[in-house]
């Protein structure tokens, strides 16, 4: 009796789950997605939507079509800010916005009208993978000369809320680095301008990614060199690169790297649906995401345009998000000082 009724259980469940996926298919159908990517096109939040958007479709049931909308503004929170107050949740309407606001939320930053815990996360693509990097001329060409300069470095910065000032921020106060954070640039296209120009001798934030893509001359020729990586592994082809952890001296900066650095990069681009979105399609999404990025068209496009792929399911995204919720209170105060 029991093997039968455990059988008749599992049937059940397999029926159940059939008509669900059935259903959902039947509901994207015919459908088009609207995927809000909240800031401005060009970039590598878009870039990563475009690709996203022309492969997706084919790995949800009803093979639904994807359209990209930009919707920048205010450092992402415009975009932020509509996905979770004004956007339908019914499962057609993904955002993509920028995992720094989670952080912000945390420290209490004006602006943001969201619960980041209440969104659906569905996953991101690739962990931010964040450096520092110095000009030849500035002299410096290691950590450890970059630690024992009897001057502060001047290092370009976007404004306070972005990646480029936060890294720079956290990795001051963390490892004591002679630093003067010039934070007046709008884009990392002008602070590579300024690094030309000798305005400033380098830039903290960026990601390997797009430092070898968009600086590719200056590294081939030396005039730039990467001396700090902010992640918690080396990237494999920079195996002779510190990372920031390995220099902190005491407990409490490793907590605040690993909180504002580590954990941040992992969720930097990612990807929701508004709160109360029907957890069946989030679901699907969160298989049809992962698939994508599996994709053998899709991988081949990534590689031709130099995009680097190192997915977060939506399920570890939810987990991390909720952890900066539970860091310890220190931590947190210190980061609201340094950052809001």
């Given at each position: 009796?029991?093997?039968?009724?455990?059988g008749t259980w599992s049937l059940l469940l397999l029926s159940l789950a059939f008509c669900s996926i059935a259903a959902a298919e039947d509901f994207y159908s015919g459908k088009t997605i609207r995927l809000v990517v909240?800031?401005?096109?060009?970039?590598?939040?878009?870039?990563?939507?475009?690709?996203?958007?022309?492969?997706?479709?084919?790995?949800?049931?009803?093979?639904?079509?994807f359209v990209v909308e930009n919707m920048p503004g205010a450092a992402f929170m415009i975009g932020t800010n509509y996905l979770y107050k004004q956007a339908k949740p019914d499962g057609l309407t993904l955002g993509n916005w920028i995992g720094t606001l989670v952080l912000h939320q945390v420290i209490g930053k004006k602006g943001i009208e969201f619960d980041a815990r209440k969104f659906e996360?569905?996953?991101?693509?690739?962990?931010?993978?964040?450096?520092?990097?110095?000009?030849r001329a500035s002299g410096i060409d290691s950590a450890k000369k970059w630690l024992s300069s009897p001057t502060p470095v001047k290092m370009g910065a976007t404004p306070p809320g972005s990646t480029p000032y936060d890294n720079a921020a956290v990795l001051k106060e963390a490892l004591g680095l002679p630093m003067q954070v010039v934070s007046?640039?709008?884009?990392?296209a002008e602070i590579r301008l300024a690094v030309d120009a000798g305005e400033v001798s380098g830039i903290c934030g960026l990601a390997w990614a797009s430092t070898k893509v968009t600086w590719r001359k200056h590294l081939e020729s030396g005039?730039?060199?990467?001396?700090?990586?902010?992640?918690?592994?080396?990237?494999?082809?920079?195996?002779?690169?510190?990372?920031?952890?390995?220099?902190?001296k005491t407990d409490a900066s490793r907590k605040l790297i690993e909180?504002?650095?580590?954990?941040?990069?992992?969720?930097?681009?990612?990807?929701?649906?508004?709160?109360?979105t029907p957890k069946d399609r989030v679901q699907l999404f969160r298989q049809g995401f992962q698939a994508t990025l599996k994709d053998p068209?899709?991988?081949?496009?990534?590689?031709?345009?130099?995009?680097?792929?190192?997915?977060?399911?939506?399920?570890e995204l939810e987990k991390i998000v909720n952890g900066f919720f539970k860091a310890d209170a220190t931590t947190i105060n210190r980061l609201r000082d340094l950052l809001k």
């Open positions: 009796m029991k093997k039968s009724y455990r909240a800031t401005t096109p060009g970039g590598g939040f878009d870039a990563y939507s475009r690709m996203l958007a022309r492969h997706m479709g084919k790995h949800i049931p009803g093979n639904p079509t996360y569905v996953g991101a693509p690739v962990k931010n993978h964040d450096t520092c990097v110095m000009t007046g640039y709008k884009g990392t005039e730039i060199k990467v001396i700090l990586q902010n992640t918690a592994v080396a990237h494999p082809e920079l195996p002779d690169v510190p990372t920031a952890i390995s220099l902190a909180l504002a650095l580590h954990d941040v990069g992992a969720i930097t681009y990612l990807y929701t649906f508004p709160p109360g068209e899709f991988t081949a496009e990534a590689k031709k345009g130099n995009f680097e792929l190192d997915p977060v399911p939506g399920g």
